[in-house]
Nanobody, 118 residues
Framework: QVRVVESGGGLVQPGGSLNLSCAAV????????MGWHRQAPGKQRELVAAITTAGITNYAPSVKGRFAISGDSATNTVFLQMNSLKPEDTAVYYC????????????WGQGTQVTVSS
């Protein structure tokens, strides 16, 4: 059983910052990477940022230079520092786990709402 828990969402003004946290707890899983995805109303879910256990990161072009992902593979935690937030960043943000032997993300959190509005 694997549980993925996110925290840190909220309401912020344009140009502001938020930090999201995620922890994966449980047994019988081997993390290959952890990623943050988001889904805005009426849009498909998209990968925002991901980090492998080796520390390799990748970002969606829309957030590169504004968001930073970091993590601790020993504790299966991951963080997303979001700066210079824009209204178009408004979405539900989901943390997910991809096991090293899988191509897709297997375990998902319930999501945390991020709203960027004045």
């Amino acid at each position: 059983q694997v549980r993925v828990v996110e925290s840190g969402g909220g309401l912020v003004q344009p140009g502001g910052s938020l930090n999201l946290s995620c922890a994966a707890v449980g047994s019988s899983f081997s993390v290959g990477s952890m990623g943050w995805h988001r889904q805005a109303p009426g849009k498909q879910r998209e990968l925002v940022a991901a980090i492998t256990t080796a520390g390799i990161t990748n970002y969606a072009p829309s957030v590169k230079g504004r968001f930073a992902i970091s993590g601790d593979s020993a504790t299966n935690t991951v963080f997303l520092q979001m700066n210079s937030l824009k209204p178009e960043d408004t979405a539900v943000y989901y943390c997910a786990i991809r096991q090293w032997f899988r191509a897709s993300y297997d375990y998902w959190g319930q999501g945390t709402q991020v709203t960027v509005s004045s």
